[in-house]
């Protein structure tokens, strides 16, 4: 079998990648639905994977691995890889966990990061009534993550937060999507640390102990306040602090900065979903950087990639919590075959839903209700297990990508 073409198509705000063989076989991937800009990379990588035999896919992925990097590069590596699996797993006739050595458990858990309530205001009361209603939702998450601090707009909204200047965010898209034209960093103010603990025992007030809650903070949180923040929620029960330091967009690890937080403090502290590459993990491991790591398969190099890096932590303690909140249904997918291999560490992924929702129209494979009480039960059909119903997904093809089903 050999490599024909690779295409990439934006569907919805999501770069997916279609890989074609010489035998009729063809495998997707996708990248994160924050990225539409992501074809051009995609499709650098052209040249380097035809007439390569896709079910190789560690052989033709050393041709390209190196020329990835962090994000966005690496989103473009790990959705052609993604593609390779699902052409693998085809061609052989099974599902793409058997390929990474079988599944260790028949249901993966998830935990809730993407299926928002908007935010009525920013008050410690606002977010506990944000909490009550996520505990309405049908998928019963068992954990919940919210955004505080610098990740969100409460460094924003609240007068005074830090000793910074707030900065503003571009929309990049009707569908809500935007990045930020700069990033929050500075020391926070007594206010405005006393605001955000405040918020936290608001939520916690309305979980109870029924519900885990796992916070993303950052990054720009300096080590003093990450310390301080990171000891005060201890009485909490807080089940992670997320990416205080570094995180999204940030091209580098610093885990001697983690390792200024870590050993200090009973609440565990995560990083991990910018990340690119087992080797830039190294450092964190076997500094005892962190306590959880978030890596992604769209952005850390693939599929494979992340198995090897999730046993890499085991052997060091650390556990598993995946970023996806972006994913898309073709991630959620690759999302659910890895979770079922991964050791003992694992806790749960961050569930990524269809974004816009026709999204769910467009495709097969997928159980229906997806989510069962926190979990999803991993299915058996060969490849992904998740294909296009091309005739309904060729209406929301962009004019430039009209070929991309031929």
């Not at 770069?15 to 539409?36: F, H, L, N, Q």
């Not at 505990?135 to 990740?151: C, D, M, R, T, V």
């Not at 929050?184 to 809650?213: P, Q, W």
Request: glycine share 10%; charged share 25%; aromatic share 10%.
């Amino acid at each position: 079998m050999k490599i024909t073409d690779l295409k990439c198509a934006i569907i919805g705000q999501n770069p997916v990648v279609r890989i074609v063989t010489d035998e009729g076989i063809d495998g997707i991937g996708a990248a994160e639905g924050s990225k539409p800009y992501l074809k051009p990379m995609v499709m650098f990588y052209k040249d380097s994977i035809i007439g390569k035999d896709p079910t190789d896919v560690e052989r033709v992925m050393l041709g390209i691995r190196k020329m990835g990097a962090f994000k966005p590069w690496g989103a473009a590596v790990s959705a052609i890889e993604m593609a390779l699996w699902d052409i693998a797993g085809k061609s052989a006739g099974v599902p793409v966990y058997k390929l990474l050595g079988g599944k260790v458990r028949d249901k993966v858990r998830v935990y809730n990061g993407s299926k928002r309530v908007k935010m009525t205001g920013n008050k410690p009361e606002d977010y506990a009534e944000n909490m009550k209603k996520m505990l309405e939702f049908p998928e019963k998450f068992s954990i919940i993550k919210q955004g505080i601090a610098f990740h969100g707009d409460m460094a924003k909204d609240f007068p005074d937060y830090y000793y910074g200047n707030p900065t503003t965010a571009t929309q990049v898209s009707d569908d809500g999507f935007s990045i930020r034209d700069g990033s929050y960093r500075g020391l926070i103010t007594e206010r405005g640390f006393n605001h955000t603990i405040e918020c936290i025992e608001a939520m916690k007030d309305a979980l109870g102990d029924k519900v885990g809650l796992a916070l993303d903070v950052g990054p720009g949180v300096t080590v003093p306040d990450a310390l301080k923040l990171a000891k005060a929620v201890e009485h909490m029960n807080i089940l992670w602090l997320e990416d205080m330091i570094t995180g999204d967009y940030t091209p580098y690890v610093l885990a001697d900065l983690y390792s200024q937080v870590t050993p200090y403090t009973t609440t565990p502290i995560h990083t991990g979903e910018q990340i690119y590459l087992r080797q830039n993990f190294k450092d964190l491991f076997e500094k005892k950087a962190v306590n959880v790591i978030g890596p992604d398969p769209a952005d850390v190099g693939g599929i494979a990639e992340m198995k090897w890096i999730a046993e890499y932590a085991d052997l060091h303690g650390i556990l598993m919590a995946p970023h996806g909140t972006l994913d898309g249904l073709i991630g959620l997918a690759a999302h659910v075959h890895l979770g079922a291999t991964l050791p003992q560490n694992y806790i749960a992924f961050e569930y990524p839903t269809g974004n816009p929702e026709w999204w769910y129209e467009i495709v097969d494979g997928l159980p229906n209700p997806i989510v069962k009480d926190s979990y999803i039960e991993v299915w058996d059909s060969p490849g992904l297990g998740i294909t296009f119903k091309r005739d309904l997904a060729e209406k929301y093809l962009r004019e430039e990508d009209k070929g991309f089903f031929d």
